[in-house]
């Protein structure tokens, strides 16, 4: 399976973005599909997370209802709305593809860098 992340870029403080992540190859293996984040110097923080049918959503504790992530198994895509963006939410994000149903992560995408300006 690969993961290839877009959308990320320069927004300002506020603003909104939309994260997308094409998956190929052996895609009938995938159950879950989410994001992660890291930012320099800090540890990586879980963002969200959805099952194959688009239920068992699950959200990190900082996301605060500003982000959804949703997929469209017709197009192997899972994506990640991200509204009132703040500085704070500066990372490289990374989607994630999950095969064995249990939320440890086989796949990771190359990234795709988000810069929220003040």
């Known amino acids: 399976v690969q993961l290839q992340a877009s959308g990320g870029g320069l927004v300002q403080a506020g603003g909104s973005l939309r994260l997308s992540c094409a998956a190929s190859g052996r895609t009938v293996s995938i159950s879950n599909m989410g994001w992660f984040r890291q930012a320099p110097g800090k540890e990586r923080d879980f963002v969200a997370t959805?099952?194959?049918?688009?239920?068992?959503?699950v959200y990190g504790n900082f996301v605060k209802g500003r982000f959804t992530i949703s997929r469209d198994n017709a197009k192997n895509t899972v994506y990640l709305q991200m509204n009132s963006l703040t500085p704070e939410d500066t990372a490289v994000y990374y989607c994630v593809a999950d095969i064995d149903n249990d939320f440890v992560y086989d796949y990771w995408g190359q990234g795709t860098q988000v810069t929220v300006s003040s």
């Open positions: 959805i099952g194959r049918s688009g239920g068992s959503i």
